[in-house]
């Protein structure tokens, strides 16, 4: 539908494009918007066609976070909003939608205009961000009260460390793309209008590799950020993951002593 506010679209074969739709509010996300997320998340990670996606919003803006004109509305009408609890070892639903997943396999967020607040968040939630050099990423919730209940105090911390997090989100000012990508917050830093193209020229990059092998390495470095309970047990969980994956290893092996891929040269692949 066109005026859906979440597209899903895959434009080259297995990349699935997750469109944040909502333009009129600067793609603010409302209940609706958070199911059609959650599920278009979901469909991503179940589709075996599919190897990598993309997130990114419509209209020159990525996401300016939940949509607190509804917010208020459901509050004056008694609604409860968006708030399932989190059930340990079940996936659920946050206010974000999507935000509460360990997505299953490789994303990308392209990032324009505004990912602020739960924004922010979604950006978060991805592997890498791609970022337009004029946008701006931000904890503006902070100025009416609002916490972050998207996963922003457990990712962001694990990806630009604690000091850095905490200023973030402390003063909620605005952070430019230059310093996004100073402190590691952005992966590449684009031109305006240039972020979707250039998430899409990164994930064909990343279809070029031996899957499981990325796949593998992919859950051993979020396992080791988040759930490893000491260093050996991090190193435990690589070991073993790695060694599903020898298979591959071997014909990579066998490749290079064919002659493929010296010197660095990735463009054989």
């Known amino acids: 539908m066109a005026d859906a506010s979440v597209l899903v679209t895959k434009p080259v074969a297995a990349i699935t494009v997750i469109t944040i739709n909502r333009p009129k509010a600067k793609n603010a996300v409302d209940r609706p918007t958070a199911k059609a997320l959650y599920?278009?998340?979901?469909?991503?990670?179940?589709?075996?066609?599919q190897k990598v996606c993309i997130l990114n919003g419509s209209n020159g803006t990525f996401c300016s976070g939940a949509d607190l004109k509804s917010v208020a509305k459901g509050a004056e009408g008694k609604q409860q909003p968006l708030l399932q609890p989190i059930i340990p070892g079940q996936r659920?639903?946050?206010?974000?939608?999507?935000?509460?997943?360990?997505?299953?396999?490789?994303?990308?967020?392209?990032?324009?205009?505004?990912?602020?607040?739960?924004?922010?968040?979604?950006?978060?939630?991805?592997?890498?961000?791609?970022?337009?050099?004029?946008a701006v990423l931000g904890v503006f919730c902070r100025r009416w009260g609002v916490p972050l209940i998207d996963g922003?105090?457990?990712?962001?911390?694990?990806?630009?460390?604690?000091?850095?997090?905490?200023?973030?989100?402390?003063?909620?000012?605005?952070?430019?793309?230059?310093?996004?990508?100073?402190?590691?917050?952005?992966?590449?830093?684009?031109?305006?209008?240039?972020?979707?193209?250039?998430?899409?020229?990164?994930?064909?990059?990343?279809?070029k590799f031996p899957?499981?092998?990325?796949?593998?390495?992919?859950?051993?470095?979020?396992?080791?950020?988040?759930?490893?309970?000491?260093?050996?047990?991090?190193?435990?969980?690589?070991?073993e993951r790695g060694a599903t994956v020898l298979k591959e290893a071997a014909e990579g092996a066998a490749r290079f002593s064919a002659g493929e891929g010296r010197h660095g040269d990735f463009g054989k692949l």
């Open 152 to 207: 922003g105090t457990v990712r962001l911390q694990a990806i630009i460390g604690y000091g850095r997090a905490m200023d973030m989100i402390l003063t909620g000012r605005p952070v430019g793309a230059q310093e996004a990508l100073a402190m590691g917050l952005a992966n590449r830093v684009v031109g305006k209008g240039e972020g979707l193209d250039a998430a899409l020229a990164l994930a064909r990059e990343l279809l």
């Open 39 to 49: 599920d278009a998340v979901i469909a991503f990670e179940q589709d075996a066609t």
């Open 211 to 239: 899957f499981a092998c990325m796949m593998a390495d992919r859950a051993s470095l979020a396992y080791s950020a988040f759930s490893a309970t000491s260093f050996d047990d991090a190193l435990t969980q690589e070991f």
């Open 92 to 134: 659920t639903i946050a206010p974000m939608g999507p935000s509460r997943l360990a997505v299953a396999k490789p994303m990308i967020a392209a990032v324009s205009g505004y990912a602020v607040a739960g924004g922010l968040e979604l950006s978060l939630l991805a592997d890498m961000r791609i970022v337009e050099d004029d």
